[in-house]
């Protein structure tokens, strides 16, 4: 019997591709939408009717009417951030409780998980990774070494015993700092969400979306950051606390791999990163100072202002060979529309060394081998419709199919869901 196949949605690059957005364009043949991984580090931007709304732990669907959205068991929740966020979506779109169901196998934020982050960046110095100070990679690292706590013990008996247990054992290590903290304030604000949450369903997730799929539900998985922040794959140790590729949706739902379909590869037509590590096409010169202040280049968690750079088509090439992406999908392509010239990186130099494959340093020390294109000094954004779109841009577009060897489905010329061209 044919089985009905789950289709998957993440960023190539270094997140902030524009996830959200996609997300939320796509959702209308979608039933379902799960996110797999990554927790309230995430910023998921969504604009429709003039508004824009920054979406952390709640998957993208969720504006969409007859969309039920499930956290995922890969998922760590901030109960605080988690009923905040909720709280502010329904001053928008009204009561979502029948629409929102979470992991019991989800791992919990603790309020000490957040201390641990902050004193272990601020040990590190000028070796920090520019950690969003949100818990997760402490958090991660009790599951790994499997005194985490889920969002399944929030029923048991013995809840409080637990996450005393586990406080305990994290001030012992906070001990090792020096660094002072008071968990008062966020530990009663803690408590209180994780009481409010209850009105949710807390489900076996993977049950849940398997029998979906059996059912003929179409399901969409939504990932956060981006694949070259993957723990195994990413510039490591620039990198997220879990597995940001195709591969972790089997884990972070509990779906085999054959029940994967598509895979929706999202890139912006030039890179940003935030925080430190290796970004070879990196720009500090005016063209830089203008991707920035032409795409509204600021972190959605952080604020942080981005790294920007020209594409590099090295790293994208990898991440659409580790994904498996079946369509890409181009974001931001309007931010383009005044340069003169475009540059796309094509390979890497170190030394007297070509690179045409992306290193294990993530090219630390490459220079970028670039190839120029005219720029297309067009306005892309009231353009609807991809014959009207101007010769050099359809160009760019055919260059970068033809390197990546994978089909531009979606091309987004500007923020509202409305500014998408589909193929």
């Avoid at 070494?145 to 008996?157: C, F, T, Y």
């Avoid at 399901?219 to 597995?243: H, W």
């Avoid at 540059?343 to 890497?348: G, I, L, R, S």
């Avoid at 220079?367 to 779109?389: A, I, M, N, Q, S």
Wanted: charged residues 25%; contains cysteine.
């Amino acid at each position: 019997m044919e089985q009905n196949r789950l289709d998957v949605v993440l960023g190539l690059q270094w997140g902030d591709e524009g996830k959200g957005k996609v997300v939320d364009v796509l959702t209308p043949g979608y039933k379902m939408v799960a996110r797999f991984q990554g927790g309230p580090n995430a910023g998921h931007s969504l604009v429709f009717d003039g508004d824009s709304f920054v979406l952390h732990t709640v998957p993208s669907g969720i504006f969409r009417e007859g969309t039920v959205n499930v956290i995922g068991n890969g998922v760590v929740i901030d109960p605080v951030i988690l009923m905040e966020e909720i709280a502010a979506i329904e001053k928008i779109a009204g009561s979502i409780t029948g629409k929102l169901v979470i992991s019991k196998r989800a791992h919990l934020i603790l309020p000490t998980h957040r201390m641990l982050d902050a004193a272990s960046e601020a040990a590190k110095g000028k070796a920090k990774i520019g950690s969003t100070l949100k818990g997760i990679g402490p958090t991660y690292m009790d599951k790994t070494g499997r005194n985490g706590l889920r969002v399944g013990d929030i029923l048991s008996p013995a809840f409080e015993d637990k996450y005393e247990a586990l406080k305990q054992k994290h001030f012992g290590l906070l001990a090792q700092y020096d660094f002072s903290y008071d968990i008062t304030a966020y530990e009663q604000q803690w408590k209180a969400a994780v009481e409010a949450l209850k009105r949710f369903p807390f489900i076996d997730s993977e049950v849940y979306v398997n029998t979906a799929l059996d059912n003929g539900v179409p399901v969409l998985a939504e990932g956060a950051q981006g694949s070259l922040l993957d723990i195994d794959f990413g510039t490591y140790p620039f990198v997220t606390s879990s597995n940001t590729l195709s591969a972790g949706v089997c884990t972070g739902l509990g779906v085999a791999p054959t029940r994967v379909g598509k895979v929706f590869g999202i890139f912006k037509a030039y890179c940003t990163r935030v925080g430190s590590g290796p970004f070879p096409t990196e720009l500090f010169d005016a063209d830089g100072e203008r991707l920035r202040s032409i795409g509204h280049e600021y972190g959605a968690t952080t604020g942080r202002p981005r790294r920007c750079g020209w594409l590099d088509l090295v790293a994208l090439k990898y991440a659409v060979m580790m994904n498996g992406v079946t369509d890409l999908i181009m974001m931001k392509s309007d931010v383009l529309d005044d340069f003169d010239t475009i540059k796309v990186a094509v390979a890497y130099r170190e030394g007297d060394k070509v690179l045409e494959s992306f290193p294990y340093d993530g090219g630390e020390h490459a220079t970028p081998v670039y190839r120029e294109f005219p720029g297309w000094k067009t306005p892309l954004g009231g353009l609807r419709r991809f014959e009207d779109f101007p010769a050099a841009f359809q160009e760019y577009i055919a260059f970068i199919e033809a390197e990546t060897r994978c089909r531009i489905r979606i091309v987004s010329v500007g923020p509202d869901r409305d500014a998408t061209v589909r193929r």
